[in-house]
Each structure stands twice: as structure tokens, then as C-alpha cells.
């Protein structure tokens, strides 16, 4: 164990834990204030706001020699013996002509900066800066610059911590970023014609420390201390990023990243961050439809209350499997169902007839994955829950039959009514797939957004998207993760489970928690995650997983935990955890 | 918390005199007291205004907090910069603010829709102090009427109206643009 | 004249002019409430807000009437109509004025029932019918408070009617008759009024009077901070009208009642003194004295309303049964006394008497009564 010493207090940390001051003196609940540094990124202790005393102290004699400078802290290896204190005159000084400096060319137009209320340079301010404005600048309104599709820089904002140029340079890996001109008049820029546009770009507005990158996305929308966090999984592909939705009067503001080293470490993909117009899209499916027999020409759809609609698909299903037996009803598990929801519907479907063709939905892929230079990848397959949904398909029938397969049955006419479940974000099936479908005498679409299954149907449910509902998915790796509903359900449609629940019978509301502890103790694949799952979730395929650790500070004061996401919740980060000892409860 | 708890502190009533004991002179006090107002009343020498026709006077139009208005600068436009901060000060969240890119050069952010719910307002003046660039302010404007809920969501244009209606009686707090010295504005690129 | 012909005049000269004293009391009571508290209350309908009254008559009558679900439909009916009825019939035997000569027959008496031997009783019986209106119309409201709002007049008026029984006994005792003519004349002809000489039993009727027609301070029954209107809360319109129309009639009664066993009628010394016969002058002088009178004693009311706190209910309950009944008592057996040893003409030392029982009391409330003994007080403490 090395012994550490920050402002007085002796701290034990590990041998192997190679840490630098700033995570060290975090662990013994002292604040180092800082811009530049990231634990993504490399370290280039260019702020200077880090800047602290630290001296070695000697084991035999017990004597203390100091640096007689100030070193950063961030580059400073917290070894046994290392002595830091972080209050004393010297340091607050350099804080305060840090602050006062980065303050003498800022814009100051704080009221409308889309960072203002999850600004460092803010919240620095009120705990490190200078209290009284020494030189005569007036506020003055930022230049403005168009990086790339997603990102805006207002240059006067910047600090110049170049986190976002190191973060294409090491993590995107595609150095659109860099720092042209020198000393007071550095700026960010991109080279003319070689926009930031890769598929990482909406990072650099969360690492930005104030309000110089924002996103085109966000900017003017909503200030951020009325949005509430959800922590919640991003279902755009089976990497499944933990993901925060910033929510203010039930609308959706924007999607940011949270810290998870085991799926997506510090960042994600500007798929799951932008393209998220079908959670509040217009033409959302509301309500049970039902076409009727005497008009085939697709028009005659006509809408059904929900206990009575669902009993009408319950009463059209059980039918099917009365007059031709079991065997010719086929439901069909979405990749975008929960794992909870994905178990109560089986369990319907065996409950209707135990014979009854369970089949995995359809499993968008789009190209080959993407992997970045830090490792990140985006997925070729584009959905959350594959993993999960075939363990239980497996649980139930051995044997998992693939959409193609399924199109094979139905154009085989072995078919004659078939539980469509879907919940995809985007168009995913054409006239022609849907086309096979013509032939059974009973087609239930359970999903989102209209589509030409949809349109084939002879009972339309309304699904709900990811960010309206609770529950787990298992992403490639086989890692559990636990998302939290952040919207309600758009008015007219129900959350999926509680439709499925209400199939079955069951009283009351669903509650996913308890589905998923019943799932534990029925499907072996998922015992460990009886007892709920933690924030970083859980591997149920290797059994490990990295547990970040709550650090003692709880991180630098702030209103939002969006800053924590990208900040400092992640000061720490590994301990390792074995078969169900979870540090943080689901 | 019950009655023979320690925290509570009886208080006896105070002991009456003989002539409170009887009764008579408290009475008595009451029904002089109303009778001394009865007759100054009557005499005329009553506080009452006739409101419609006499208008009530202020001490201080500047500093009364009625209907409110959103203030134009010297090119008629709106002054403020939809930066929600009087939203945020608001206690009964009655304002709703739609903030936009700005048509204009010098300026970055603009309300494309302002609405304050008059009735839900409970007119403390916590937007006026909270505003950066002195753009919402409260009127003296005091007799607010609708003959609908709908008609007391006051829009943006109607809150410019009301500047239009009271910034001569009531001059603006503060002239000019807040916050658009120093270097010169514009967009890069 | 025709035998029915002269008490149908009558009839209708009282109903119609009690009704619009009343329309105009209220106006009167909100002025003065107005004026008492730095307002200046009606003042938008008619000069002074002298149509105010016209406007609140058409408001009664056009606003929407409501029966609550729940309601006792026949009962709910019934209350305000009978207890209206109850209050306009007790006029029957208060004399408003004196003689009117009639040519060629005997003067008409300002009664619409003269010569009623047992008039007062008349009055007090009518009157107490007023009490099941009030309690009909709180139990058929179907509601709480309608229904705590009539039991607790139900018990206040009960209560109530006995001191006010036992006070006007001394009058009886005085004057020999129950007949209401009687006992103005016999304070005409004695020229001493009765308050003069009985002032126990006039402050027991009074009090007694005030809780009898739920005046405030002892308007409990629609006490508003506890029961948001009583029993009339469920009342709408001119179902509400005829509840507040009763209470002003009660009013009316008990003034006059005040003024014709007390106030000397429509004695006045110099102006209206006794007489067997009465000019047209004479009739219309005294009209107007006993309608003046009965004006201040409502006004008095008035004052009293604007200027004290409502009771407690026990409270309200002590002084009709522990302060009101024996004061009563003592004004009975000093009067009884009187009757009984002294000249029937000797007023002076029945008022000498009747002053010194007052001052007994007085005394004996400032030496020995402990006021306050009832108010709540810590547990342990006695």
C-alpha cells in the first residue's frame, strides 16, 4: 500500500492503481480544480489550474521536502510518500490568476450560453476565481464558427484546454481538430473543406469544459438546469452505450453519454446522440386499430379502446391456435424488446397454445462495424437486445428461428396468424417482405411508427419507444444494462411490458424490476442479475465486469449530473466484481 | 404533539379588572369604536376612491408591479435575448420561452415565442430583477381583465403592446444594449 | 265597513310594507356595516344605492335554483315557506300605531288582529314555529353543515324563550293583560315606560330578543367561519331569499315587540300622551313615533352587530341558562314583590327597586362570578 498525504490527511491507496494527485486527492475528498485533463485522454497539463504543492516525504526520518514550484497535478504520479496540499496561499493564488486570466477574454455572455449552469468555468469561478473584475472588459458577444455538421465553436468562449483536439487526434482518431495561431490569439479551427464530421463529433460539445463547442443540435433549445437526467441505454446498435436522457416537461432535449467502462467508456456514437426524432415523432402509432374485414383496400382501419382492443387480439389469436392448432401461430420477439418484455410476451405466446412458433425479429445490419482508434465501436448490428432475446427464445424453444426462417414458414403457407412485435427507431421493412405476409388470416404489428407491415395488419398495437419504458438489454458482450423511462408513453399508446402483462392476465401495472427478478430465477442466463442491475450493469457471458467506484468527493459540486457523465464520476474507475457483489445496486 | 408536551407554553389569560369583569366597558369600547368610525365615514372623511372614475394614484409608477412588457430597442425590436432566466427566477413557472437563432447581426439568441400566463403570474418582479438586459419589466398597469383564460396568456406581441402603451409614462430602466460593447460583433466564416 | 274588509287592508298594508322594510333594512345594515368599517358599501345601483335592493330582489328571483342530490326535495321545499310564514304571521297582533277615527264608526285599531286577549303568547308561539323551518332546511340539505347549523338553532332558540318568557312577566305582572293595545296603553297612561322600571327584565329581552331572531353575537346557527353558512348553506336563490327575508322579519318582530313592551309604544310625553280618542293627527304622530322607535331599536341591533365577536357555542349556552334565567327570575320575584306590597301607582319605587336589583347584580357578578372558568386550560392546572 503506498500512503499519500493531501493537506494533512494520509490516505492508503494501492500498489497497482497508478493514480495521479488529482484522483488521489479526490480520494481523500479534496477537489483539485481542472480543465484540460481527461482520464480518456492523454495528459498535457496545459491549463495550469491543476497547479498544487507536492513534496516527498521521507519513510525513515518522516521529513517532508517540498518542490519549490507548483506542479501539476494532473501529471503528477501520486507515489508513496507524495505530499500535496492543495489550500495553501500559493496554490489559491495561482487558481484565482488562472481564472482571472481565462476570464479577461471571455465573452462573458453567460445568459446565453448553452453551457451556463454545467460550465467549469463557472462553477470555478464562484469556488477559485477572483471575485472583482480588475481589468475593463465589457461582455461582449462570441465569434462564431461552424466546425461540422453537429458542432458549433464559439471562439471567444474557448479555454483552450484542447481536449477536443485531442480527442479526435486519439479516441475519433481523425484529427479534423487542431489549434491554429499562437499564445493569447490560439484558437480552434478545422482545416478548410475537412469539416468534423465523423461519427464521433457530438463528444467534443460534452468534453468542452465551457460553452465554446455546443451542439447544432441543442443549441437554443432549453437551458440545462431544467432538464432531468434518466439514466438509460442507447438501443441504435448492440454496442449499447450507457446513455443519460435530458428530459425537461416531458420532451426530450438531448442524449449524452455516461460513463461506462464496460460498453462505451466515456463516449458514443452520433447515431444514438442525434437521431432520435422517433421517440417524439408525429406519426407515432396511438392507438389498437383494427381493420376490418369488408375493406381490404387498407383505408378501413378503425381504432379500438385499449381493454377491449387488446382483449379483440387476445380473443383473434386464441382462435387461430383453437381452429388450426398451435403450430400455425407464430409470435415474433423483437431485438428491441426488453429482456423483460421479451419474457412475458413468450410466456404469452406458450400460454395461447405450447406449440406456438416463437421467432427472433428482424436483425437490422447495416455495413461492418466501425471501430475507432481508442477502440470504441459502433456495431454493424442495429439493435439493443439480440443477445438477450435469443437466451430466452432458447429458454422456450431450444431452437431459434430466425426472421428469414420465419419468411420461409409463412411464403410456405405453414402459417396462419403470426404477434409481429417491432419497436424499430426506423424504416426496417420493405413492400416486398411485408408482401409474404398477405397470406395469414391473422397479422397483430405490435410497434412504433407506421410501416408496410403495419399497413398489412389486421390489428395494429401501439408500442413505446426506448426512452418511455424500463428495462434491461444484453448488448453484444452479453452485458446486462438497466434503462430508465424517461418520457411517458406518447398519449393513446402503453408501455410494451404492461400490454404484454395485461395479455397474460396479470393484475396490476408492470413493474420491471420484479419481471426481470422472475426472469432471473426461470432463465439460468440471467441469475445473476436477480437482485437488479448496477449502473455499469452486469456480464452475464464472462461473469466480470468493471465496477466504476463512487469517489469519496462525489465530484466537484454540480447542479447536473450530466457534468459528472463527462467530468469527474469517473476519476475512478476499475474494481472488478465477481459473480453478484455489486458496489452499486441496480 | 400532545397537550402535556413540555415544548408547549401555556399562556394564562390576563386577569381581568372589576369593570372588565363586568363586562360593560369592553363593550362599551367596542360600540364607540364603531360608532366614532360610523360617523367620520359619514361625515365624508372615508378613504374610499371611486375607481372607475377616479384613477388611485401611485407613489411610484416605476416601481409598481403590474401587467408586464417586453421592452424594444432604439430599431424597434425585442430586447430580449431568450435567455430564460426569468423563466428560471419565476416561483409559479408561468412564463414560456421558445428561444431561436436571431435574424439579426449583432445578436445571438432571440425569443421566437415569449408567454406569460397573467393568471398564474403572482406578480413578485422576480423576471424584472433576474433579466441581464432589463428587456421584461412590470408595468403599472394594474386593472388586468379577460373575459377568457385564453385571452390572459399574453404572446409576445401583446407584451410588446404594452410597451408600446406605457413606455412614455414609464420610461425604460436602463437604456441601450447590455451586453453588446467591446469587440465588434459578428459571425466568423 | 265591512268586517272583512278592514282587516284585508290591514293585511295588506303590513305584509306589503314589512316586506319592503325589509328590502330596505338590508340596504340600511350593509350602509351601516359600510360606514362602521370605513366604506361606503352600496353606492353603484341608484343614487346612494337606493336601487340596490330592486337588484338584489331580481337577482334572488332570476338566479338558478339548485337542489342539492340527496336532498329531502318535499322538506327542502317546505323550510323557507314556513319559516317566511311563521315570521309574517306575527304581525298578526302587534299593534303598529293607535286609533284611527273612521266617520260614521268606531276607530279603527292599528292591529290586523285587535283585541286578541292573548296576543303576545300569539306572537311567541308563531314566532317559535320559525324554528323547525330552520331545522327542516338544515336536516333536508342532506349536508354536515346544514345539519350542525339547525341543531345548534334548534338548541339556541329553545334555550333562549325561556328567559325571554320569564322577562316579559314583570310586563304582564304591570300591565294586566297578555293583550299587546293593552300594555302600550298602560304605559301611556302611567307615563312611565316599562325599561324605566323593570331595566333587569328589559336587558334579559333584549339579550334574549337578540339570540331569538340569531343576531350576531349570537348568530351561531349561520356562524360562517364554522359552518359556511348553516343551515341555509344548500340554499339558492329565492329559497335563500326567503330564509334572510324570515331573519329580517324576526328582526322587525323583536323590535317591535322591544318597543311595545318597553319603549312605551307610541307614548311619547308632550307629543303622543294618552288619550281615549285620537284625531287624524293624532293617529299619524303616533304611527310614526312607535315606527321611529322601532327603527332605533333595530339600529341599535345593527350597531351591536358590527361591533361585537360572535360567541362561543358554550358560552352562547351559559348565558342563557346560568345568566340569563336567573337574572329573569330575580326581575319576576322583584316585580311580583312590587305588584304584591306596593301602590299600583307608586312607579318611582318600583324603579328605585328595579334599578337596585340591577346594581345587586351587577355587584354580585363583579364580587363572586369568576368569568373564564370554562376556558380551556392545561392538563394539571385547576
Given at each position: 500500500?503506498?500512503?499519500?498525504?493531501?493537506?494533512?490527511?494520509?490516505?492508503?491507496?494501492?500498489?497497482?492503481e497508478?493514480?495521479?494527485v488529482?484522483?488521489?486527492?479526490?480520494?481523500?475528498?479534496?477537489?483539485?480544480?481542472?480543465?484540460?485533463?481527461?482520464?480518456?485522454?492523454?495528459?498535457?497539463?496545459?491549463?495550469?489550474?491543476?497547479?498544487?504543492?507536492?513534496?516527498?516525504?521521507?519513510?525513515?526520518?518522516?521529513?517532508?521536502?517540498?518542490?519549490?514550484?507548483?506542479?501539476?497535478?494532473?501529471?503528477t504520479?501520486?507515489?508513496?510518500?507524495?505530499?500535496?496540499?492543495?489550500?495553501?496561499p500559493?496554490?489559491?493564488?495561482?487558481?484565482?490568476?488562472?481564472?482571472?486570466?481565462?476570464?479577461?477574454?471571455?465573452?462573458?455572455?453567460?445568459?446565453?450560453?448553452?453551457?451556463?449552469g454545467e460550465?467549469?468555468l463557472?462553477?470555478?469561478y464562484?469556488?477559485?476565481?477572483?471575485q472583482?473584475?480588475?481589468?475593463?472588459?465589457?461582455?461582449?458577444?462570441?465569434?462564431?464558427?461552424?466546425?461540422g455538421?453537429?458542432?458549433?465553436?464559439?471562439?471567444?468562449?474557448?479555454?483552450?484546454c484542447?481536449?477536443?483536439?485531442?480527442?479526435?487526434?486519439?479516441?475519433?482518431?481523425?484529427?479534423?481538430?487542431?489549434?491554429?495561431?499562437?499564445?493569447?490569439?490560439?484558437?480552434?479551427d478545422?482545416?478548410?473543406?475537412?469539416p468534423?464530421?465523423d461519427?464521433?463529433s457530438?463528444?467534443?460539445n460534452?468534453?468542452?469544459?465551457?460553452?465554446?463547442l455546443?451542439?447544432?443540435?441543442?443549441?437554443?433549445?432549453?437551458?440545462?438546469?431544467?432538464?432531468?437526467?434518466?439514466?438509460?441505454?442507447?438501443?441504435?446498435?448492440?454496442?449499447?452505450?450507457?446513455?443519460?436522457?435530458?428530459?425537461?416537461?416531458n420532451q426530450?432535449?438531448?442524449?449524452?453519454?455516461?460513463?461506462?467502462?464496460?460498453?462505451?467508456?466515456?463516449?458514443?456514437?452520433?447515431?444514438?446522440?442525434?437521431?432520435?426524432?422517433?421517440?417524439?415523432?408525429?406519426?407515432?402509432?396511438?392507438?389498437?386499430?383494427?381493420?376490418s374485414?369488408d375493406s381490404?383496400?387498407?383505408?378501413?382501419?378503425?381504432?379500438r379502446?385499449?381493454?377491449?382492443?387488446?382483449?379483440?387480439?387476445?380473443?383473434?389469436?386464441s382462435e387461430?391456435?383453437a381452429r388450426?392448432?398451435?403450430?400455425?401461430?407464430?409470435?415474433?420477439?423483437?431485438?428491441?424488446?426488453?429482456?423483460?418484455?421479451?419474457?412475458?410476451?413468450?410466456?404469452?405466446?406458450?400460454?395461447?397454445?405450447?406449440?406456438?412458433?416463437?421467432?427472433l425479429?428482424?436483425?437490422?445490419?447495416?455495413?461492418?462495424?466501425?471501430?475507432?482508434?481508442?477502440?470504441?465501436?459502433?456495431r454493424?448490428?442495429?439493435?439493443?437486445?439480440?443477445?438477450?432475446?435469443?437466451?430466452?427464445?432458447r429458454?422456450?424453444?431450444?431452437?431459434?428461428i430466425?426472421?428469414?426462417?420465419?419468411?420461409k414458414?409463412v411464403?410456405?403457407?405453414?402459417?396462419?396468424?403470426?404477434?409481429?412485435?417491432?419497436?424499430?427507431?426506423?424504416?426496417?421493412i420493405?413492400?416486398?417482405?411485408?408482401?409474404?405476409?398477405?397470406?395469414?388470416?391473422?397479422l397483430?404489428?405490435?410497434d412504433?411508427?407506421?410501416?408496410p407491415?403495419?399497413?398489412?395488419?389486421?390489428?395494429?398495437?401501439?408500442g413505446?419507444?426506448?426512452?418511455?419504458?424500463?428495462?434491461?438489454?444484453?448488448n453484444?458482450?452479453g452485458?446486462?444494462?438497466?434503462g430508465?423511462?424517461?418520457?411517458?408513453?406518447?398519449?393513446?399508446?402503453?408501455?410494451?411490458g404492461?400490454?404484454?402483462?395485461d395479455?397474460?392476465?396479470?393484475?396490476?401495472?408492470?413493474?420491471?424490476?420484479s419481471?426481470?427478478?422472475?426472469?432471473?430465477?426461470?432463465?439460468?442466463?440471467?441469475?445473476?442479475?436477480?437482485?437488479?442491475?448496477?449502473?455499469?450493469?452486469l456480464?452475464?457471458?464472462?461473469?466480470?465486469?468493471?465496477?466504476?467506484?463512487?469517489?469519496?468527493?462525489?465530484?466537484?459540486t454540480h447542479?447536473?449530473?450530466?457534468?459528472?457523465?463527462?467530468?469527474t464520476?469517473?476519476?475512478?474507475?476499475?474494481?472488478?466484481s465477481?459473480?453478484?457483489?455489486?458496489?452499486?445496486?441496480? | 404533539?400532545q397537550?402535556d408536551?413540555?415544548?408547549?407554553?401555556?399562556?394564562?389569560?390576563?386577569?381581568l379588572?372589576l369593570?372588565?369583569?363586568?363586562?360593560?366597558?369592553?363593550?362599551?369600547d367596542?360600540?364607540?369604536?364603531t360608532?366614532?368610525?360610523?360617523?367620520r365615514?359619514?361625515?365624508?372623511?372615508?378613504?374610499?376612491?371611486?375607481?372607475?372614475?377616479?384613477?388611485?394614484?401611485?407613489?411610484?409608477?416605476?416601481?409598481?408591479?403590474?401587467v408586464?412588457?417586453?421592452?424594444?430597442?432604439?430599431?424597434?425590436?425585442?430586447?430580449?435575448?431568450?435567455?430564460?432566466l426569468?423563466?428560471?427566477?419565476?416561483?409559479?413557472?408561468?412564463?414560456?420561452?421558445?428561444g431561436?437563432?436571431?435574424?439579426?447581426?449583432?445578436?445571438?439568441k432571440?425569443?421566437?415565442?415569449?408567454?406569460?400566463?397573467?393568471?398564474?403570474?403572482?406578480?413578485?418582479?422576480?423576471?424584472e430583477?433576474?433579466?441581464?438586459?432589463?428587456?421584461?419589466?412590470?408595468?403599472?398597469?394594474?386593472?388586468?381583465?379577460?373575459?377568457?383564460?385564453?385571452?390572459?396568456v399574453?404572446?409576445k406581441?401583446?407584451?410588446l403592446?404594452?410597451?408600446?402603451q406605457?413606455?412614455?409614462?414609464?420610461?425604460?430602466?436602463?437604456?441601450g444594449?447590455?451586453?453588446?460593447?467591446?469587440?465588434?460583433?459578428?459571425?466568423?466564416? | 265597513?265591512?268586517?272583512?274588509?278592514?282587516?284585508?287592508?290591514?293585511i295588506?298594508?303590513v305584509?306589503?310594507?314589512?316586506?319592503?322594510?325589509v328590502?330596505?333594512?338590508?340596504l340600511?345594515?350593509?350602509?351601516?356595516?359600510?360606514?362602521?368599517?370605513?366604506?361606503l358599501?352600496?353606492n353603484?345601483v341608484?343614487?346612494?344605492?337606493?336601487?340596490?335592493?330592486?337588484a338584489?330582489?331580481?337577482?334572488?328571483?332570476?338566479?338558478?335554483?339548485?337542489?342539492?342530490?340527496?336532498?329531502?326535495?318535499a322538506?327542502?321545499?317546505i323550510?323557507?315557506?314556513?319559516?317566511?310564514?311563521?315570521?309574517?304571521?306575527?304581525?298578526?297582533?302587534?299593534?303598529?300605531?293607535?286609533?284611527?277615527?273612521?266617520?260614521?264608526?268606531?276607530?279603527?285599531?292599528?292591529t290586523?288582529?285587535?283585541?286578541?286577549d292573548?296576543?303576545?303568547?300569539?306572537?311567541?308561539?308563531?314566532?317559535?314555529?320559525?324554528?323547525?323551518?330552520?331545522?327542516?332546511?338544515?336536516?333536508?340539505s342532506?349536508?354536515?353543515?346544514?345539519?350542525l347549523?339547525?341543531?345548534?338553532?334548534s338548541?339556541?332558540?329553545?334555550?333562549?324563550?325561556?328567559?325571554?318568557?320569564?322577562?316579559?312577566?314583570?310586563?304582564?305582572?304591570?300591565?294586566?293583560?297578555?293583550?299587546?293595545?293593552?300594555?302600550?296603553?298602560?304605559?301611556?297612561?302611567?307615563g312611565?315606560?316599562?325599561?324605566?322600571?323593570?331595566?333587569?327584565?328589559?336587558?334579559?329581552?333584549?339579550?334574549?330578543?337578540?339570540?331569538e331572531?340569531?343576531r350576531?353575537?349570537?348568530?351561531?346557527?349561520?356562524?360562517?367561519?364554522?359552518?359556511?353558512?348553516?343551515?341555509?348553506?344548500?340554499?339558492?336563490?329565492?329559497?335563500?331569499?326567503?330564509?334572510?327575508?324570515?331573519?329580517?322579519?324576526?328582526?322587525?318582530t323583536?323590535?317591535?315587540?322591544?318597543?311595545?313592551?318597553?319603549?312605551?309604544?307610541?307614548?311619547?310625553?308632550?307629543?303622543?300622551?294618552y288619550?281615549?280618542?285620537?284625531?287624524w293627527?293624532?293617529?299619524?304622530?303616533?304611527?310614526?313615533?312607535?315606527?321611529?322607535?322601532?327603527?332605533?331599536?333595530?339600529?341599535?341591533?345593527?350597531?351591536?352587530?358590527?361591533?361585537?365577536?360572535?360567541?362561543?357555542?358554550?358560552?352562547?349556552?351559559?348565558?342563557?341558562?346560568?345568566?340569563m334565567?336567573?337574572?329573569?327570575?330575580?326581575?319576576?320575584?322583584?316585580?311580583?314583590?312590587c305588584?304584591?306590597?306596593?301602590?299600583?301607582?307608586?312607579?318611582?319605587?318600583?324603579?328605585?327597586?328595579?334599578?337596585?336589583?340591577?346594581?345587586?347584580?351587577?355587584?354580585?357578578?363583579a364580587?363572586?362570578?369568576?368569568?373564564?372558568?370554562?376556558?380551556?386550560?392545561?392538563?394539571?392546572i385547576?
Open positions: 500500500m503506498a500512503t499519500i498525504t493531501v493537506d494533512g490527511n494520509d490516505i492508503q491507496v494501492g500498489d497497482d497508478r493514480l495521479n488529482i484522483q488521489a486527492a479526490d480520494r481523500a475528498g479534496v477537489a483539485i480544480p481542472f480543465y484540460c485533463w481527461h482520464p480518456g485522454l492523454s495528459v498535457v497539463a496545459s491549463c495550469r489550474m491543476c497547479l498544487v504543492e507536492t513534496g516527498m516525504k521521507n519513510k525513515d526520518t518522516g521529513e517532508i521536502s517540498m518542490m519549490p514550484k507548483l506542479v501539476p497535478a494532473c501529471q504520479p501520486a507515489k508513496d510518500g507524495t505530499v500535496v496540499v492543495t489550500n495553501s500559493k496554490v489559491r493564488a495561482n487558481q484565482n490568476f488562472v481564472q482571472e486570466g481565462l476570464l479577461l477574454d471571455h465573452p462573458v455572455d453567460c445568459p446565453i450560453c448553452d453551457k451556463a460550465c467549469w463557472q462553477d470555478y464562484f469556488s477559485y476565481g477572483h472583482e473584475r480588475r481589468a475593463d472588459v465589457r461582455p461582449f458577444t462570441s465569434r462564431k464558427r461552424d466546425l455538421e453537429h458542432v458549433t465553436l464559439f471562439v471567444d468562449r474557448c479555454v483552450m484542447s481536449r477536443c483536439v485531442r480527442f479526435t487526434q486519439e479516441v475519433s482518431g481523425g484529427s479534423e481538430l487542431l489549434v491554429i495561431d499562437r499564445g493569447s490569439h490560439a484558437e480552434i478545422v482545416f478548410p473543406g475537412f468534423l464530421d461519427q464521433m457530438g463528444n467534443v460534452d468534453l468542452c469544459p465551457v460553452g465554446a455546443c451542439s447544432k443540435d441543442f443549441l437554443y433549445q432549453q437551458r440545462v438546469w431544467f432538464m432531468e437526467p434518466h439514466d438509460s441505454v442507447c438501443t441504435r446498435c448492440s454496442t449499447g452505450c450507457s446513455i443519460q436522457l435530458h428530459v425537461s416537461q426530450l432535449y438531448r442524449i449524452q453519454p455516461r460513463y461506462n467502462p464496460n460498453a462505451n467508456d466515456w463516449w458514443m456514437c452520433d447515431i444514438g446522440r442525434f437521431e432520435n426524432e422517433s421517440v417524439r415523432a408525429p406519426e407515432r402509432l396511438s392507438s389498437i386499430e383494427h381493420r374485414a381490404k383496400t387498407g383505408a378501413g382501419f378503425s381504432n379502446l385499449w381493454p377491449e382492443g387488446l382483449k379483440a387480439v387476445h380473443g383473434a389469436l387461430i391456435a388450426t392448432g398451435g403450430s400455425t401461430l407464430a409470435v415474433v420477439l423483437s431485438p428491441f424488446l426488453t429482456c423483460e418484455e421479451a419474457y412475458l410476451l413468450a410466456t404469452y405466446a406458450k400460454t395461447i397454445s405450447a406449440d406456438v412458433v416463437l421467432a425479429g428482424k436483425v437490422p445490419v447495416e455495413g461492418a462495424d466501425k471501430t475507432f482508434k481508442s477502440g470504441f465501436t459502433i454493424a448490428e442495429r439493435c439493443p437486445n439480440r443477445l438477450g432475446v435469443e437466451q430466452i427464445l429458454h422456450f424453444q431450444k431452437s431459434v430466425d426472421w428469414p426462417a420465419l419468411l414458414k411464403e410456405a403457407g405453414e402459417l396462419q396468424g403470426a404477434y409481429v412485435s417491432a419497436g424499430y427507431p426506423v424504416a426496417w420493405d413492400e416486398a417482405e411485408a408482401a409474404a405476409f398477405e397470406r395469414l388470416s391473422l397483430v404489428v405490435h412504433i411508427l407506421p410501416s407491415l403495419a399497413r398489412k395488419a389486421h390489428y395494429v398495437v401501439p413505446v419507444s426506448f426512452a418511455e419504458k424500463d428495462g434491461s438489454y444484453v453484444h458482450s452485458l446486462i444494462q438497466w430508465e423511462w424517461g418520457l411517458t408513453p406518447v398519449e393513446g399508446a402503453h408501455v410494451d404492461q400490454t404484454f402483462s395479455l397474460l392476465g396479470r393484475k396490476g401495472l408492470y413493474q420491471a424490476a419481471v426481470l427478478k422472475e426472469l432471473a430465477g426461470i432463465v439460468p442466463f440471467f441469475a445473476r442479475a436477480a437482485d437488479g442491475v448496477p449502473q455499469a450493469g456480464n452475464l457471458v464472462t461473469g466480470t465486469e468493471k465496477h466504476p467506484r463512487t469517489t469519496a468527493l462525489g465530484t466537484v447542479p447536473l449530473p450530466t457534468f459528472r457523465s463527462v467530468g464520476a469517473f476519476l475512478e474507475t476499475e474494481a472488478v465477481r459473480n453478484g457483489s455489486n458496489p452499486i445496486s441496480g | 404533539m397537550p408536551s413540555k415544548q408547549i407554553k401555556w399562556v394564562d389569560e390576563p386577569k379588572g369593570a372588565g369583569r363586568l363586562y360593560l366597558t369592553p363593550l362599551i367596542g360600540l364607540s369604536l360608532a366614532r368610525h360610523f360617523f365615514t359619514a361625515r365624508g372623511e372615508g378613504f374610499t376612491r371611486q375607481f372607475p372614475e377616479e384613477r388611485p394614484l401611485f407613489g411610484n409608477p416605476l416601481i409598481y408591479r403590474g408586464h412588457r417586453l421592452n424594444k430597442d432604439e430599431q424597434g425590436r425585442v430586447k430580449c435575448v431568450a435567455c430564460f426569468c423563466a428560471t427566477a419565476c416561483p409559479a413557472h408561468c412564463i414560456d420561452i421558445i431561436t437563432e436571431s435574424p439579426w447581426a449583432d445578436r445571438e432571440y425569443p421566437q415565442s415569449f408567454v406569460i400566463d397573467e393568471l398564474r403570474c403572482i406578480f413578485c418582479g422576480m423576471c430583477e433576474a433579466c441581464p438586459v432589463d428587456a421584461i419589466e412590470l408595468t403599472s398597469l394594474f386593472d388586468l381583465t379577460g373575459a377568457s383564460r385564453e385571452e390572459m399574453f404572446d406581441e401583446k407584451l403592446s404594452v410597451y408600446d406605457t413606455c412614455d409614462l414609464e420610461p425604460m430602466r436602463s437604456r444594449p447590455a451586453a453588446h460593447s467591446g469587440p465588434p460583433p459578428g459571425k466568423d466564416h | 265597513m265591512q268586517v272583512w274588509l278592514e282587516p284585508l287592508i290591514k295588506v298594508l305584509v306589503l310594507a314589512t316586506q319592503a322594510a328590502a330596505y333594512l338590508v340600511v345594515e350593509r350602509k351601516v356595516a359600510a360606514y362602521m368599517q370605513d366604506r358599501g352600496p353603484r341608484g343614487p346612494w344605492g337606493l336601487f340596490q335592493p330592486i338584489d330582489g331580481a337577482k334572488f328571483i332570476l338566479k338558478e335554483e339548485l337542489i342539492p342530490a340527496g336532498a329531502d326535495r322538506l327542502f321545499l323550510a323557507p315557506v314556513s319559516i317566511l310564514a311563521a315570521a309574517t304571521l306575527a304581525f298578526a297582533t302587534i299593534p303598529f300605531g293607535y286609533l284611527v277615527p273612521w266617520p260614521g264608526a268606531d276607530p279603527i285599531e292599528l290586523i288582529a285587535p283585541k286578541v292573548i296576543g303576545l303568547l300569539f306572537v311567541f308561539a308563531i314566532g317559535s314555529l320559525g324554528v323547525y323551518g330552520v331545522i327542516l332546511g338544515g336536516w333536508a342532506n349536508n354536515k353543515y346544514s345539519l347549523g339547525g341543531l345548534r338553532s338548541a339556541q332558540l329553545v334555550s333562549y324563550e325561556i328567559p325571554l318568557g320569564l322577562s316579559v312577566i314583570g310586563v304582564l305582572l304591570f300591565s294586566g293583560s297578555l293583550r299587546l293595545e293593552t300594555i302600550i296603553t298602560a304605559q301611556a297612561q302611567s312611565w315606560w316599562w325599561f324605566a322600571v323593570q331595566p333587569l327584565g328589559f336587558l334579559v329581552f333584549m339579550v334574549s330578543g337578540c339570540a331572531a340569531s350576531l353575537p349570537f348568530d351561531l346557527p349561520e356562524c360562517e367561519q364554522e359552518l359556511v353558512g348553516g343551515y341555509h348553506t344548500e340554499y339558492t336563490a329565492m329559497k335563500f331569499g326567503m330564509f334572510a327575508f324570515a331573519e329580517y322579519l324576526h328582526l322587525i323583536v323590535a317591535f315587540l322591544t318597543v311595545n313592551l318597553y319603549l312605551g309604544g307610541w307614548h311619547l310625553w308632550g307629543l303622543a300622551p288619550a281615549d280618542e285620537v284625531g293627527f293624532g293617529a299619524i304622530v303616533r304611527v310614526l313615533v312607535l315606527n321611529i322607535k322601532m327603527l332605533l331599536v333595530i339600529l341599535f341591533f345593527m350597531w351591536i352587530r358590527w361591533s361585537w365577536p360572535r360567541f362561543r357555542y358554550d358560552q352562547l349556552m351559559n348565558i342563557a341558562w346560568k345568566v334565567i336567573p337574572l329573569g327570575v330575580i326581575n319576576l320575584l322583584v316585580c311580583a314583590v305588584q304584591e306590597f306596593l301602590d299600583p301607582k307608586n312607579y318611582l319605587t318600583r324603579a328605585v327597586l328595579g334599578w337596585l336589583a340591577v346594581g345587586g347584580c351587577v355587584l354580585y357578578a364580587l363572586f362570578a369568576h368569568p373564564g372558568k370554562t376556558r380551556l386550560k392545561a392538563p394539571g385547576t
